[in-house]
């Protein structure tokens, strides 16, 4: 699960640095505001790969799945890329979990075996 997640983090973190990009063309946004919060949420996306397997780290990955989708309000293409991101991050914790029972009963019968 972790592998799964993480990679889905990294993309995050460069979408969140381009939707800076983007949302620094408003006017009504200074440029100090536009990247302390971006850079805000790409540090916790690679904090996040650390901790996901810790308790409240995939938690703490919905919230900044919510947050991406409400960061639409002002980049209009983020409530889209968000739901994308918010579905990668459904299936890498779902496929990512089921990967992990099949390694433990894999184990589990090795260790029977043996």
């Known amino acids: 699960m972790r592998t799964l997640c993480a990679s889905t983090l990294i993309g995050e973190f460069f979408v969140i640095g381009f939707a800076g990009l983007v949302a620094m063309k408003d006017p009504d946004l200074s440029m100090t505001t536009v ?3 971006s850079g ?3 540090v916790l996306c690679l904090l996040l790969c650390g901790v996901i397997t810790r308790p409240g780290g995939i ?3 919905w919230a900044l799945q919510i947050a991406l ?7 209009p293409v983020m409530f889209f890329l968000g739901a994308v991101f918010a579905a990668l991050w459904w299936a890498s914790v ?3 979990r089921k990967v992990e029972e099949a390694k433990a009963r894999f184990a589990a019968q090795a260790g029977a075996e043996g």
């Open 40 to 42: 805000i949420a790409m």
């Open 35 to 37: 990247w302390t919060v």
């Open 94 to 96: 779902h496929y990512g």
């Open 69 to 75: 989708i409400a960061s639409g309000v002002v980049v």
């Open 59 to 61: 938690q703490l990955g």
